[in-house]
């Protein structure tokens, strides 16, 4: 499995980012699809997560309301859209596939990652 992330880039505070993570190869029915990000001098961190044979998705407290997590299986792709974006958001979004059977919420629940792409909220 290979997923490569892109939609990343620099956008005002309170406006909107949509991140896409193309995928190849094949994913499980009962894995996960997840967003993690990751800020200078800081440890990843869960985002979001969507079970990929259903619509049962997991947030992060602080995205909760304001982003939103979906896929779509036939074009074999996970989507982050991000509303309301706060200085705050500011990371490398990375998108990643497993946590077999449960919405994990720690990088090592997922086996595969694709690259990052970054995020910049500006105040």
């Known amino acids: 499995v290979q997923l490569q992330a892109s939609g990343g880039g620099l956008v005002q505070a309170g406006g909107s980012l949509r991140l896409s993570c193309a995928t190849s190869g094949r994913i499980l029915n009962s894995y996960y699809a997840a967003w993690f990000r990751q800020a200078t001098g800081k440890e990843r961190e869960f985002v979001a997560t969507?079970?990929?044979?259903?619509?049962?998705?997991v947030y992060a407290d602080s995205v909760k309301g304001r982003f939103a997590i979906s896929k779509d299986n036939a074009e074999k792709t996970v989507t982050l859209q991000m509303n309301s974006l706060k200085p705050e958001d500011t990371a490398v979004y990375y998108c990643a596939a497993g946590s077999r059977g449960r919405p994990g919420t720690l990088p090592s629940d997922y086996v595969y990652w694709g690259q990052g792409t970054l995020v910049t909220v500006s105040s």
């Open positions: 969507i079970i990929w044979n259903g619509f049962s998705t």
